[in-house]
């Protein structure tokens, strides 16, 4: 996910759908430097030095990497027990979603891993909705391998979590998890009793208004500290973590998605500050932020007053990451939605959508998505690459892309890619892969090395197995090991890979 570079020398750990509904859904390095960077290393020789791109294959039950690198099974749903505070051990959740590695003593062979659970089901055991497991990795001379128990992450003193999606590490070594659900009754967070079954009040306001915020977890006690109600109550889906330790940039993973900025009041501390959403200069060149109520009532609805106050309107907001000084974010597109109700109360469309997605009236398709490049020094937001066919091989297409991380090879900085396609139609997979009805997500690498890239600087690095999301990218410090989860593959995959699964990729130079 995030490699922000924090050595934490840990001596010891103890061992949706939301209210709107106006929505129709089928689901900085100058230009100089860059020419000049471009001139003395070419960016096709830079990522031949990484790794040979990898051929299609949409049939296969196991992860696929090219030549050179494997994989090493960490932690798996259900196989693997989870050790709970009084001893218990009971079956993994599963939907493993963000993983975060933290060194310990600064080594990139020894660390922990925080990996988060998107569940959302009643757990008697390991409790209601979403999840946390913690546990020590080290590699040896025969690869990675895990260390003592894995434990879980008791997330019942915040009255627990429905879906925890991605999120970060602080400049101060806390795990920052993303609640994605922002359920609208007690009933949609309840659904029947099978979602969350304590529906009492918290704080004087319904249980639904428990679910949506941003929660920090201290992964040496596997505790949540608190839930970050000064961050705003949405479909929150990442957030990156700036250096200054105020300012937090966050992602609205919804059909009428917000960007949002917050500053926290002290520096390292994130439960009080300011809430703010992004608002785009007619002309695309720059923007400025609008002001949320700081009161908890406005902060429950802070995208519907963002929208109201003439806030960018973005399509499902994913992940997001910073080189350089510029966030790399995955807008995941949407095939088509109406946004008629939204405009006319004063929202107004990205610029890149109003340009080239707008089929008239308001009415949008955004099929293959694409990255965005936002400044935060001149508030410019901008396409980066357009999602789509490569045209120079039709084989390579980029279709919803979703989890990101950003890391440095060679002096160059990577965007790595995972796709979470829509459905296998329209030309989000190949043609042939279309006409067997396979829906199969790819990992790719780009080089942030140029301008204005292309899709064919895309480098297939990764195919998952059949049915899977591959999400959770994440670095060691030296860049030499990738951790990567792999979420909700087919039941009917071999082993390992029929059950949510996290593993360590090494074979990097």
Known sequence: MKNTL?????????????????????????????????????????????????????NSMDLLLPEGFKYDVLFTEARDKVTRADGMKFPAKGNHDLCVYVPIDGSSTHGYLYVGHEDRYVNADLGDGGGGTVFEVIRDSTGWKTVGDFK?????????????????????????SAEETYPSSNADISFNGTYISDLSPINGRDAYTNFGWMVEIDPVTQKPLHKLYSMGRFMHEDAECMPDQKTVYLTDDYPVAVFFKFVADVEGDYTSGQLYAYRQSEDGESGDWLEIPRDTNSLIRCRDIALNNGATLFQRHEWLDEADGKLYIAETGNVQFDWNMRINGGAVPAKHLWDSFHLGGNIFSDVHGRILEFDPVTNKMRSYLEGGVNPEDSATVLSNPDG?????????????????????????VPKHAELAQRMVNEVYFLPLNKENPQLSDLRRFAIGPKGSETTGTYFTPDGSTMFLNIQHPYPFNKLPFNRSTTVAITGFK
Not at 152 to 176: A, E, K, M, Y
Not at 413 to 424: F, H, K, P, R
């Open 6 to 58: 924090f050595i934490l020398s840990v001596l010891a750990i103890s061992c949706s759908s939301g209210p709107d509904t106006d929505t129709v859904s089928a689901q900085s390095a100058d230009t100089v430097q860059v020419q000049l960077q471009e001139t003395l290393i070419p960016e096709s020789q830079e990522v031949a030095a990484l790794f040979e791109s990898i051929d299609t294959n949409f």
């Open 152 to 176: 879980h992450v008791d997330f019942s003193d915040v009255r627990d979590t429905h879906r925890n999606c991605g999120g970060t590490i602080t400049p101060w070594g806390t795990i920052l």
């Open 404 to 428: 990101n991380c950003i890391q440095k090879f060679n002096g160059t900085n990577y965007l790595v890619i995972n796709e979470d396609i829509d459905w296998y139609d329209l030309g989000r």
